[in-house]
């Protein structure tokens, strides 16, 4: 077996603090775009980009069929104006699903038709020394949460004539920090930390001179946090098709800060038998540091492209991360484990050849996920049918 080629840790970290300082809430993704367009031109793997700026990739292999995607999203959480209100401040919508609890205290920039403004957002009562205890019985929601400009305003008109508008952009400082012990912490990690994973992994296989055995197209998305994210991004006869996103760490969950995690199945629905197993595989083959997990309140770009009606073969890689939409938390060893199994995947055969077209006709080629005798053995024994109806009269009638 082939070692792999290494994924360089510190360009991946380079890239992922270059992805952090462009603000990207969805809808407002051009400037990233564009940043990860550079760096695919200067690893040398060619693209196209849709008109809103989905970037389809191209990693050629040694056949073009059957082909596979793997996809990362660079759209973030975010807000966009609500409302001026008669005092100036702003009321302010969620883009994306996230608590409004986590965006209270927050540094944020308004992107504004003629500039940028800044501010906070703050609970509607945020003075203790005004409120005392009924600062602890505020409710938690994006009604109880307003947006305090830095620029003088006291009234909407103020704050109308600084060019603030409904529908204005808000996005929400990352505060990026990386530690000695690896540990990085920031906001919007989903999924720039992905992003940067799998840059490393295309610049790891083309520096290597290896050719993949089969075509991939690597997806950058826009709209995965609103849930449309791969819909409509897939123009190739793609059979297999890996979404790389947030493995969250918490109570309940099997993720790790240290292991990349294959998910088996989120909000909608288990993942493909095949394609993960293939993947979990590829991770003991290769000594990478892999779990298992599912996610229950949780979609993805595979999920999207399901939805969209292509009939393919889906997965989920995910880095694991502690308070996920919130002020995040990863490592660089669930980040270089996700980066390490993107490149062995990528340098892999396809889970099924004769995924190259429909099984027509035949089930001679099709896959079986019961392979050992024993997985059809059974403690509950269905009991033959002349046990539990009678059937005598229908042969009378039969001889009849």
């Not at 302010?92 to 409004?100: D, E, Q, R």
């Not at 989903?190 to 994973?197: E, N, S």
């Not at 050719?211 to 123009?235: Q, V």
């Not at 993805?300 to 308070?323: E, K, M, N, W, Y």
């Amino acid at each position: 077996m082939s070692p792999l080629p290494q994924p360089d840790l510190n360009y991946l970290q380079r890239v992922l603090l270059e992805m952090l300082a462009i603000p990207s809430p969805t809808g407002f993704t051009d400037t990233i775009v564009r940043y990860v367009g550079e760096r695919l031109e200067e690893i040398g793997v060619p693209f196209e980009m849709t008109r809103r700026g989905t970037i389809r990739a191209t990693l050629a292999g040694r056949r073009n069929s059957p082909d596979r995607a793997v996809s990362a999203h660079l759209d973030t959480i975010g807000a966009i104006v609500r409302e001026i209100k008669p005092n100036g401040r702003l009321a302010l919508a969620p883009v994306g699903c996230w608590s409004s609890r986590f965006a209270e205290g927050s540094r944020v920039t308004v992107f504004c038709e003629n500039g940028v403004l800044r501010g906070s957002v703050l609970p509607l009562l945020a003075s203790g020394h005004a409120f005392n205890t009924a600062v602890d019985t505020l409710p938690i929601s994006w009604d109880h949460v307003e947006l305090r400009l830095d620029i003088y305003t006291v009234s909407r008109a103020d704050s109308e004539t600084l060019g603030v508008a409904i529908g204005d952009f808000v996005a929400f400082d990352p505060l990026p920090e990386f530690t000695e012990s690896g540990h990085i912490s920031a906001r919007h990690l989903d999924d720039k930390a992905g992003a940067a994973a799998l840059l490393a992994a295309l610049k790891a296989i083309r520096e290597s001179g290896r050719e993949p055995p089969i075509d991939c197209h690597p997806l950058f998305t826009i709209t995965e946090e609103i849930g449309s994210g791969a819909a409509g991004a897939l123009p190739w006869d793609v059979s297999e098709f890996v979404g790389i996103d947030i493995a969250p760490v918490a109570e309940g969950q099997n993720s790790s800060e240290h292991a990349v995690s294959v998910a088996l199945q989120d909000s909608g629905g288990p993942y493909d038998f095949h394609l993960s197993r293939h993947l979990l595989r590829l991770g003991e083959r290769h000594e990478i540091a892999v779990r298992r997990d599912l996610f229950r309140y949780y979609h993805s770009d595979a999920q999207s492209a399901i939805t969209a009606g292509h009939d393919i073969r889906t997965a989920l890689l995910a880095f694991g991360c502690d308070a996920t939409h919130g002020y995040e938390r990863t490592h660089i060893d669930s980040l270089a484990a996700l980066a390490k199994l993107l490149t062995a995947y990528l340098l892999s055969p396809p889970v099924f050849d004769s995924d190259a077209k429909p099984h027509e006709g035949t089930l001679e080629r099709f896959s079986k996920q019961l392979e050992h005798p024993v997985h059809m053995e059974s403690t509950t024994h269905v009991p033959p049918v002349d046990d539990l109806i009678d059937t005598s009269e229908d042969t009378d009638k039969s001889r009849d």
